[in-house]
């Protein structure tokens, strides 16, 4: 992995070169309100965008609280949802969600990881971008364009999304930890593609571990 000094150099590059958070930025794709925020990153699991937008419109033309949503069969939650597919899964896991957010939490979702991590059907991912969107925490949120640029880069070693956030929260200088999302995520669409990476016109590529193994090969 890079050097302490090497990561700080990374981030100053990127965020320099990438625009980062964008101006009234919202929860995840494009949530009103922590509730819905949670049900559209549980039903992004192994989905595109676009198929969990349509799964998202028609569960919350339906209900949107989660008392409304446990007044729904789960006949009517799996129908309306199965565009993102995997829906029956994802109806049970709705389901347990909303009745220990009634249970736990009186309803209200917690704005803390410990609290969010609690609930059924969050996990790490969810939980960081939850806390980063809607309660406007700084974190980095790993999703797989990150995981992807910061393991080929080296600011962190691991084999899963959720071992690399806790390497960036641990090696993440505190200035990046707000907008580190973005830039990481910008860095990844634009340039460092999961096939044919730019390196050319990467920023920050005479640091990259990667780029430096491909050279030498």
């Known amino acids: 992995m890079l050097s302490e000094s090497a990561v700080e150099e990374v981030y100053r590059r ?9 101006k009234g930025a919202k929860g995840p794709k494009g949530q009103p309100d922590a509730f819905r925020s949670c049900i559209s990153c549980m039903l992004s699991a192994q989905s ?26 789960d006949e009517r939650i799996a ?13 049970r896991n709705i389901r347990r969600f909303c009745e220990a957010l009634l249970a736990e939490h009186g309803g209200k979702v917690p704005s803390t990881r410990e609290g969010l991590l609690s609930l059924p059907g969050i996990g790490r991912k969810c939980a960081d971008i939850v806390m980063s969107f809607t309660f406007g925490a700084d974190v980095i949120a790993v999703d797989t364009h990150v995981h992807r640029v910061c393991n080929r880069i080296g600011l962190t070693e691991a084999k899963t999304a959720d071992r690399t ?15 580190g999302h973005f830039w990481l995520i910008q860095l990844g669409k634009r340039i460092c593609r999961a096939r044919s990476p730019r390196c050319d016109v990467c920023p920050v590529s005479d640091l990259c571990e990667f780029y430096a193994a491909r050279d030498q090969a």
């Open 79 to 91: 129908a309306a949802i199965k565009p993102c597919g995997l829906y029956n899964m994802k109806t």
């Open 48 to 73: 595109l965008d676009r198929n969990t937008a349509a799964a998202a419109k028609a569960l919350f033309a339906l209900a949107h609280t989660p008392r409304t949503m446990l007044a729904l069969s």
């Open 14 to 22: 990127i965020s320099r070169a990438m625009p980062g958070r964008t």
């Open 165 to 179: 956030a806790e390497q960036l929260e641990a090696r993440s200088p505190a200035w990046a930890l707000r907008d």
